[in-house]
């Protein structure tokens, strides 16, 4: 079975710059997550999607970054513009349901210059 | 509100010797506990999770851990440890169903042959 893809793996950016991730969760998996991981920390999650619906994005800084799961399958999260804060490592997981073990992604480690 | 405590940085042990790395945590209804595991340049992986039932929970690569409701703490522990053991650990908390992970701010173990 195939694990949660995600990518690019590594993207280095300059500031004011608009950048783009994507993730393709397990298959049926309806549940799929985006966390920020900042280095020596534990992931913040950014937003949660049931399906198509984004049913808890209250850690998403919305005056710069968006995301969408148009068919309740692959997602993308952006950012515009990127800041120099931005630098972490973005990742995706997905889960069966929202009770159950989220499975990760490799992440997409996003260098703002 | 939720949190999850870690409070060792870095845990050192010899190789077969017994391993226990440290995690509390606080919410104020059912918790769902989970530890999981990071290697460099990695998304995270499950290792085992806690809802309901024996206190005693096993998981993958020969790693349990216990909880404890009255000192509101999940360990993580190994009989024998190894030196492809040595990785990052975070434990992580979400409130009944709601599929939101409050991570721990993560532990460095380090296996010493």
């Known amino acids: 079975e195939a694990g949660v893809v995600q990518s690019p793996r590594y993207k280095i950016i300059e500031k004011k710059q608009p950048v783009a991730f994507w993730c393709n969760p397990i298959s049926g998996h309806n549940t799929l997550y985006w966390y920020l991981q900042n280095l020596g920390q534990g992931p913040e999650l950014l937003i949660r999607y049931e399906n198509e619906e984004a049913v808890d994005d209250s850690q998403l800084p919305k005056d710069r970054f968006s995301a969408e799961r148009l068919k309740g399958v692959d997602s993308t999260l952006k950012i515009q513009p990127a800041e120099l804060g931005d630098s972490a490592v973005y990742l995706c997981?997905?889960?069966?349901?929202?009770?159950?073990?989220?499975?990760f992604g490799p992440g997409t480690r996003l260098t703002v210059l | 509100a939720q949190s999850v405590a870690q409070p060792e940085d870095q845990v050192n042990v010899a190789e077969g010797n017994p391993l226990t790395v440290k995690c509390t945590y606080s919410?104020?209804?059912?918790?769902?506990l989970f530890w999981y595991v990071q290697y460099p340049n990695r998304g995270l992986q499950f290792l085992l999770k806690y809802i309901t039932g024996d206190n005693l929970v096993k998981g993958s690569y020969g790693f349990e851990a216990e909880f404890n409701k009255s000192q509101t703490s999940f360990h993580l522990k190994k009989p024998s440890a190894l030196v492809s053991d040595s990785a990052l650990y975070f434990c992580a908390v979400s409130l009944d169903n709601t599929g939101k992970l409050i991570f721990g701010q993560g532990t460095t173990l380090q296996v010493k042959p």
């Open positions: 919410v104020s209804g059912n918790p769902y």
């Open positions: 997981a997905s889960s069966l349901d929202a009770r159950d073990e989220q499975f």
